[in-house]
């Protein structure tokens, strides 16, 4: 537990978050990964609450009763026939366990897998910064950072390196997110195709972290669309499509993790949180939820993306020599300073003296065999605060980062 007590970059990340919504709020917080307040979708879960009031019982069985430790089983059955209904995913409810949010859900995927000596395998870096510190054991995590690709004028992908990416007998599973935090990278279908086949070969698991993905909330411009078969394991929140207050998440997995990951939770939580199964359940039983998710929030992040782009290109202009990732998917910028004279946490540091809060791109690069620099160079920028915030934002970056390269 040692290795958990101590700072890291998303208690960091979590503190500037919590602070800037709280007590700092003229901070422009260009941050973390919070949702953006879309009304169409805060007037669902309004409306949800309400049916939930005037249910008699509902909020009251919500409220008062333990659920099994790993989910509720109306939900489990209702999200188990969701999936194959709505995608034809080969499931049942045993495939289903409910855990307090993605993160925890990672947490206890990484270390019961990598149990006794194991490492866990990240085959795209960067990823995300909530894994770094996931490790109870040092050494566990083993990232290949990705081959960068130009793609366009200021614009570059990251791709596997399948040539570095080495599969033995001491890997206990390979996980990413997808689309990628910070990157907004989406994996090719080839290269989906790719990491099964090897994960397959290893008899290990593939982790596909769908946070901002696939089924919901679908924040995927590349239209890839990952069907769930045995041997993967898919991690699907709450979160993103507005509801991170909740804490809720759903692994889909074979049976033997789907037990492994109730008992394990039966020992850290006794039990969920009841709330966001409550508030889902009816939604997975008609189509209002891939609905809000193709319909309302995937056109939403698009709009403020291609806003968050415009002002950045026009601010940066031909200034200094920059790219972003291509927008792939989910809620983020991930800006490359080709020339930048001082690493990104001290840049992150004199923009959060100027009231603009970004991530410093180190944190999303861990388990490397040897120092890659060129994170060192990024910034992952949210653009999920109302457009004025956004804007001035940037700007204020843009003169801090002409001023450092
Ligand atoms: C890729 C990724 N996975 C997991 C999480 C954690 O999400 P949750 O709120 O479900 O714990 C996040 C949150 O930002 C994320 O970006």
Not at 67 to 96: C, M, S
Request: hydrophobic share 40%; net charge negative; proline share 7%.
């Amino acid at each position: 537990m040692q290795t958990l007590s101590g700072p890291s970059g998303i208690q960091e990340l979590m503190d500037d978050l919590g602070e800037a919504m709280t007590i700092y709020p003229d901070m422009r917080m260009l941050g973390g990964g919070q949702p953006a307040a879309i009304p169409e979708v805060q007037a669902l879960w309004r409306d949800r609450m309400r049916e939930m009031l005037d249910d008699g019982t509902a909020l009251d069985r919500a409220l008062l009763n333990y659920d099994p430790p790993g989910g509720n089983p109306h939900f489990k059955e209702a999200f188990a026939q969701f999936l194959h209904r709505e995608y034809a995913w080969p499931v049942t409810a045993e495939n289903i366990a409910v855990i307090s949010g993605s993160q925890t859900a990672m947490f206890f995927l990484f270390n019961y897998l990598a149990d006794g000596g194991k490492k866990i395998l990240f085959p795209l870096l960067p990823d995300y910064i909530g894994y770094a510190n996931q490790n109870l054991r040092p050494g566990m995590f083993h990232g290949v950072p990705g081959v960068i690709e130009e793609t366009g004028p200021h614009e570059f992908k990251y791709r596997v390196d399948f040539d570095r990416l080495k599969i033995d007998d001491s890997t206990a599973a390979m996980a990413l997110s997808c689309p990628t935090n910070p990157t907004g990278n989406v994996i090719t279908a080839d290269e989906f195709d790719r990491l099964k086949q090897l994960a397959h070969s290893h008899g290990t698991p593939l982790i596909l972290d769908c946070a901002y993905g696939y089924p919901f909330p679908n924040v995927v411009y590349t239209g890839f669309e990952p069907k769930w078969e045995p041997g993967l394991i898919f991690s699907i929140s709450l979160s993103k499509i507005g509801l991170p207050g909740l804490r809720t998440s759903i692994v889909v997995a074979d049976p033997r993790i789907v037990t492994a990951l109730r008992n394990i939770n039966a020992i850290v939580s006794l039990a969920n949180g009841n709330l966001g199964q409550s508030i889902l359940l009816p939604l997975l039983q008609d189509d209002r939820l891939m609905r809000v998710g193709r319909e309302v929030v995937r056109p939403f992040y698009r709009q403020r993306s291609d806003f968050a782009v415009s002002v950045l290109a026009q601010s940066l202009g031909e200034s200094i020599p920059w790219a972003l990732h291509r927008r792939d998917g989910a809620f983020f910028l991930w800006l490359w300073l080709k020339n930048l004279r001082i690493p990104a946490k001290e840049l992150y540091q004199r923009l959060k003296q100027r009231k603009v809060l970004v991530i410093p791109g180190h944190y999303f690069s861990f388990g490397v065999e040897e120092p890659w620099q060129q994170p060192a160079q990024c910034l992952r920028i949210t653009f999920s605060q109302p457009e004025a915030i956004v804007q001035e934002g940037l700007e204020i970056l843009a003169e801090e980062a002409r001023a450092t390269g």
